[in-house]
């Protein structure tokens, strides 16, 4: 019986130099195994999603907006999708993610296009883990649109309150 890997690999399009996967395009990794042994594996592209959320806000410089709210454009086809939310830190430090890390509720449905602050619209008790932000602080935010195959497509936005 062979050994399962001890790492799972997500291949995204800001992982691969920025430039778009096609479908058919081959990408080789490195598997090490539980026993120790490794092998390197290839990997085929099978789909990709070139729906992202457009017209983020907020954007760049908002002052003074410890508490904003979060809006965008689904991409055309909207329903055929469904979205996640990502709030971090400057340094990668989850602040707020819907769904909840933890969360059955799974992602959410294209008739949501804004998120207010401290407010979760799957109905869930999901705040952010900070109260207000703070000022003068980058954040980063995200929409990623996902297939019902589970291929990902995310747009990213920072802003300082």
Not at 84 to 93: A, I
Not at 129 to 154: E, F, H, R
Request: charged residues 5%; aromatic residues 10%; glycine residues 10%.
């Amino acid at each position: 019986m062979p050994l399962a890997p001890s790492i799972s690999v997500r291949v995204g399009i800001a992982n691969v130099n920025s430039i778009q996967p096609k479908v058919g395009d081959a990408y080789s990794f490195l598997v090490t195994y539980s026993d120790g042994t490794s092998e390197t594996v290839t990997g085929s592209v099978t789909g990709v999603v070139t729906a992202f959320a457009t017209g983020l806000t907020p954007a760049g410089s908002v002052p003074g907006d410890t508490t904003p709210t979060f809006t965008w454009t689904d991409p055309a086809s909207a329903s055929s999708y469904s979205y996640q939310f990502y709030l971090s830190d400057n340094n990668g430090n989850m602040i707020w993610q819907i769904p909840g890390n933890n969360s059955n509720s799974g992602n959410f449905g294209s008739s949501i296009t804004s998120i207010t602050w401290g407010t979760d619209p799957t109905g869930s008790t999901n705040p952010p883990s900070v109260s207000p932000l703070t000022s003068g602080t980058t954040y980063n935010w995200q929409i990623s649109v996902q297939d019902a195959n589970g291929n990902q497509a995310s747009t990213v936005m920072y802003f300082i309150p």
